[in-house]
């Protein structure tokens, strides 16, 4: 059954603006992370953050987690032609089986040049 | 470096045949799934592993089978394959630190 969904489904913006995609899940969690997938290409894990943390950073992304409402939003910022892909998000469900990961239908984000 | 590879890339079949594609991963990763993603579903999980001659069902496993006989190979297998398996598929593998390394995936077409 699928836990998270983003918002939007389709993103496109102009190169060097900023793109902020959503994710709402349904059950606690241990951890939600945020994937990339490139077209015809396996997916590349970008960030991770814990149920305890609120904000994460790792370069030009920003990751928020709000589990009062359980949603995640991952903000790219600066963006570039080359950020042209897919973004899912993935949750680690609370009392779920190890590793187990969730996925959603993801965002598809295009940056035009 | 490590890698996780999947083959073949590519992979025509018809209805009935039974098809076994290949994940080989050389993170030394104890755990690894086998994805499925379609339009309209994202990625749904068909079965995962947690360590040798350990196998687990996933949402979607119904019609489809793995074995880990070691820590780097677990192959997929459709035993009569369907056109509604028709999609591609994707092995990962985690390890303690939770992340997924995904392989290039199989596209899988079913005539």
């Known amino acids: 059954s699928q836990q998270g969904e983003e918002d939007p489904q389709a993103l496109s913006i102009q190169e060097g603006e900023n793109a902020t995609m959503n994710c709402s899940y349904k059950t606690s969690i241990n951890n939600l992370q945020w994937y990339r997938q490139n077209s015809g290409r396996g997916l590349v894990h970008l960030i991770l953050i814990r149920s305890n943390e609120r904000e994460k950073h790792s370069g030009r992304l920003r990751v928020t987690l709000d589990t009062s409402k359980k949603s995640s939003s991952l903000l790219i910022t600066a963006s570039r032609a080359a950020d042209t892909a897919s973004y899912f998000c993935?949750?680690?469900?609370?009392?779920?089986?190890?590793?187990?990961?969730?996925f959603g239908k993801g965002t598809k984000l295009s940056v035009k040049p | 470096d490590a890698e996780i590879t999947q083959s073949p890339r590519h992979k025509i079949t018809e209805t009935g045949r039974q098809v076994t594609l290949a994940c080989h991963q050389t993170w030394n990763h104890n755990n690894m799934f086998w994805y499925r993603q379609d339009l309209g579903h994202g990625l749904r999980l068909i079965h995962y592993s947690y360590g040798v001659q350990d196998t687990n069902k996933g949402e979607v496993s119904d019609g489809y089978s793995v074995s880990r006989s070691n820590t780097e190979d677990l192959p997929l297998t459709l035993e009569s394959a369907a056109s509604s398996q028709t999609s591609v598929y994707f092995c990962a593998s985690s390890g303690i630190d939770e992340k997924l390394f995904f392989g290039s995936g199989t596209q899988l077409s079913v005539l």
């Open positions: 993935a949750t680690d469900e609370y009392g779920g089986s190890q590793g187990n990961l969730i």
